[in-house]
């Protein structure tokens, strides 16, 4: 894994004089070889990065059923940051049939982990009526884990929230 993202920062920073003799396409696709190598010994952070290359299509042909396929063996380890991308594959129809009860899903099971971009999202869904059921006090318990991680949107929200009910103080402390 850790190979494989150095062959990329390589390549996106233009090279380095260790590896002048590849060039950009080639550090790309060595950079997908040791991720791949990593990803098939099931390596659940190794198995999320090389899914990102077949998203993006750094070092193959993008190709979101791929991307999916590879997102999911790392989600299911419970590597929290690929369990909400699974969720935003699946709210955005990427690589699978866009479902929005099946994205929330994966969203929870990031947010549970604690991972605070899917706090933050879970609790927008909330609040929104997004593909879960309006609730109030479920969004602002998401948005109050994230917030607590630092994550700014939640911290605004959660502001935004104490404002409006005319919660000053709650609503200042908030950003201190």
């Known amino acids: 894994n850790n190979l494989g993202l150095i062959y990329r920062r390589v390549h996106e920073k233009g090279g380095d004089a260790a590896l002048s003799h590849l060039d ?5 696709r060595k950079s997908f070889e040791w991720l791949k190598a990593a990803a098939e010994g099931g390596f659940a952070m190794a198995q999320k ?15 979101d059923t791929q991307a999916v396929t590879w997102m999911r063996r790392a989600a299911e380890q419970l590597e929290v940051e690929a369990a909400y991308m699974m969720g935003e594959m699946y709210r955005q129809g990427r690589g699978v049939p866009l479902d929005t009860a099946e994205a929330s899903t994966w969203y929870k099971r990031s947010a549970e982990a604690g991972f605070p971009k899917a706090q933050y999202t879970l609790g927008m869904l909330h609040l929104e009526g997004s593909g879960l059921p309006q609730d109030s006090r479920q969004a602002e318990m998401w948005l109050n884990f994230a917030a607590r991680q630092g994550h700014a949107e939640a911290k605004n929200n959660m502001a935004t929230l104490h404002a409006q009910r005319g919660e000053v103080e709650q609503a200042a402390s908030i950003w201190e």
């Open 24 to 28: 950009q396409s080639q550090l790309l």
């Open 49 to 63: 990065n090389f899914a990102l290359a077949y998203a993006n299509g750094q070092g193959v042909r993008r190709d």
